[in-house]
């Protein structure tokens, strides 16, 4: 390169190229120039970037992985325009009945022009541009605040940085679905099976587990990918048609969908919807229907909105994919609460491009309400979930249906079922089908999280006979580890490592981990920051238990049953003197703008879900209670309030309406 040639210039000049050429490979799929000549390109940007650190830009193609941020939480943050959702519709009647309520919007022999794309099954995110650059990124939440994810969609290779457009726009609002290709997504799964960690259920998860990571460098290795639908504000542009809108987005180096299509008549809309139900699965990435929406935007702004969705579009979803095959076995699995759950093995059929030959049963009920048994063929479906159901005998090939098993297929006890139950248990505590669940949940990560355990290596350890209780786990040597298969020095220091890191997980999560019967995360935080410290949860009384928030009697028997075993209590003493922490660490939240401020909520809100307002009230210090008393500083109403309403009237406590709160919650932010 000329050295005379300004370096401010130089580094612009690289940025120009590399950002055509991101464009060409990523939203394009059509690279000009090799990966090395490309590699070549980025490296000359890094090297004079880090020369001259004092030129360096946000919207810098290098910039994409930012050092180490690593947040906690996402920062909440408020649409500027709500980001709205869409009314669903099953069947081309649904279509045809949408299009006559929005004919009476136009003159009788005016035509309306539609626009037709797939609905990709992702995630919604907004992404804001000031001055062309981008700045911040958000999910779409409850449609009025979401999350702040900019350093996350960064990542994402196919998002421009800066905008390839020579005029620039003070404000710029694009908004998308964020989604994971098939083949990104099996490998994606395959990868973690080998990490053994658990897999996604379907690119969906896969790509909203992605875009959620606290660390942007893991969403990084994620090979996620965005594609644009609509847009919240632009200004200083006149845009008229969505397909217009489409063309800009093109123009300005946006990704944009290949199959859409603008139809002149509700006909063509009915054909377009066929053809890409027949086709769904050519596509590169799964959708789970179509969206048609009115072309004109002076159309649209006539026929407008409910206050949750457009009434110019509606959201077409396409039936679920079924097959026939044969059901070849049925196998009993045991969890870890003892509950029997069959599984069903299928003859290998191929449903939309997928290899199926397992499906789930739910339980015994299931199989006698569908009269299948083993030999008969069966169809089953997928409705976004990777594993598909069967849901009804197509031939029936036997007699009858399977029946419960009356001895546990593992330690062969007799089995147990209360009356007006669906589920099978079986009730040994010793049972070693129970015990290896037992210890793969204790093991994970949501729970004492020792990275590089899973399935695998507890049937290993199982077999090695190192493993009779919880408390064995943090008896292991790094000798005994590396007796496992494929096991060398460093995996082995890693695993003994992640055991020793595990002993500090705060109280919430050993709880959760110990599998007490009907305890999830949410019931062992609650239980943790109410005790905090196990001793003073064991000696808990019925009665201490009781009086504790949203623990019910069935989680309180259940908690007594688990502590009035000796064996346990055992095991939980070599815990603690195996040094795992048995405390929960107390958050100071006395500074935080709700602190000490005791909120109900009653009725049902419109715009916000009550998890989100709970949430929104814990996440400024405040406490979210169930019942109306002296204590209470704030009743928040929504519609059809309760008796808490009457009783907040008369103790005289503030009443919110649900603006009223969000109000306040927002000057709090
Ligand atoms: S239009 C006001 N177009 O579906 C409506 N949405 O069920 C703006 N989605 O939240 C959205 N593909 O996340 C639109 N081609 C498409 C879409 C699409 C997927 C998602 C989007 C939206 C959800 C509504």
Redesign the pocket.
């Known amino acids: 390169m000329n050295n005379e040639y300004p370096i401010e210039k130089q580094i612009e000049d690289l940025r120009q190229q590399i950002r055509h050429h991101d464009y060409q490979y990523y939203c394009l799929d059509n690279p000009e120039i090799s990966d090395f000549e490309y590699d070549k390109l980025f490296k000359q940007l890094q090297k004079l970037e880090e020369e001259n650190p004092l030129f360096i830009t946000q919207d810098s193609p290098t910039q994409r992985v930012s050092g180490s941020v690593v947040s906690s939480t996402f920062k909440q943050v408020k649409h500027n325009t709500p980001?709205?959702?869409?009314d669903?519709s099953y069947s081309m009647e649904d279509v045809l009945a949408w299009n006559e309520r929005i004919k009476k919007f136009v003159d009788n022999n005016e035509t309306i022009e539609f626009i037709v794309?797939?609905?990709?099954?992702?995630?919604?995110a907004s992404l804001t541009y000031i001055n062309n650059s981008f700045v911040s990124g958000a999910t779409?939440g409850d449609g009025n605040y979401g999350e702040d994810i900019t350093e996350n969609l960064k990542t994402i290779k196919n998002i421009p940085l800066k905008l390839l457009y020579d005029r620039q726009l003070v404000l710029c609002e694009i908004?998308g679905?964020v989604y994971i290709n098939k083949k990104d997504f099996q490998q994606l799964n395959e990868n973690l099976v080998d990490l053994e960690q658990p897999k996604f259920a379907n690119p969906r998860n896969a790509a909203a587990g992605s875009l959620r990571q606290k660390n942007p460098q893991i969403t990084a290795q994620r090979k996620l990918s965005f594609l644009v639908?609509?847009f919240g504000q632009i200004s200083g542009q006149e845009i008229n048609k969505h397909s217009d809108f489409f063309d800009f987005c093109s123009k300005i180096g946006f990704p944009i969908?290949k199959d859409i299509k603008v139809c002149k008549n509700i006909k063509e809309v009915i054909n377009f919807l066929k053809y890409l139900q027949e086709n769904r699965d050519n596509l590169p990435y799964e959708i789970d229907g179509a969206?048609v929406?009115v072309n004109s935007y002076k159309l649209q702004k006539i026929i407008g909105y409910t206050n949750k969705?457009?009434k110019w579009?509606v959201?077409y979803k396409f039936p679920a994919r079924q097959a026939t095959t044969k059901l070849l076995s049925i196998e009993l699995q045991v969890g870890r609460t003892g509950v029997i759950t069959p599984k069903a093995t299928l003859a290998p059929v191929s449903l939309s491009g997928v290899t199926i030959s397992n499906a789930t049963l739910h339980n015994f009920d299931e199989i006698e309400r569908l009269n299948v048994n083993i030999g008969d063929d069966v169809v089953i479906e997928r409705a976004g979930e990777v594993i598909p159901k069967i849901i009804k005998v197509a031939t029936k090939n036997s007699n009858g249906y399977f029946l419960p098993p009356l001895h546990c297929p593992s330690c062969n006890s007799k089995i147990f079922k209360e009356e007006d139950d669906v589920y099978y248990n079986c009730v040994n505590p010793s049972c070693p089908a129970q015990f290896r669940r037992k210890l793969i949940h204790f093991v994970s990560r949501d729970a004492m999280n020792i990275d590089g355990s899973g399935e695998a290596v507890v049937d290993q350890l199982l077999k090695l006979n190192k493993l009779h209780t919880f408390a064995d786990i943090y008896k292991l040597t790094f000798d005994d580890v590396m007796l496992l298969e494929l096991f060398k020095e460093k995996k082995a220091n890693n695993l003994i490592q992640a055991i020793t890191e595990s002993k500090k997980q705060p109280l919430n999560k050993l709880i959760f981990a110990l599998g007490i019967r009907h305890i999830g995360e949410k019931s062992a935080q609650i239980l943790a920051d109410k005790f905090s410290n196990i001793d003073n949860f064991i000696l808990a009384t019925k009665e201490d238990l009781l009086s504790v928030n949203e623990i019910g009697p069935v989680l309180v028997q259940s908690i007594l049953d688990f502590f009035a075993n000796k064996e346990t209590l055992n095991m939980i003493e070599e815990l603690k003197n195996s040094g795992v922490n048995t405390v929960e660490p107390q958050k100071n939240t006395s500074f935080l703008p709700l602190a000490n401020k005791t909120f109900v909520l009653t009725g049902e809100l419109s715009t916000l879900t009550r998890k989100d307002a709970q949430n929104l009230i814990l996440s400024l210090g405040g406490k979210a209670t169930s019942s109306v008393s002296k204590k209470t500083d704030y009743v928040v109403v929504g519609e059809n309030p309760g008796s808490k309403y009457d009783k907040a009237v008369s103790l005289g406590i503030t009443i919110l309406t649900e603006e009223e709160f969000k109000k306040l919650v927002n000057k709090q932010l």
């Open positions: 980001m709205l959702s869409l669903n794309e797939p609905k990709i099954d992702g995630l919604s779409r908004r679905e639908h609509s969908q969206v929406k969705s457009p579009a959201a």
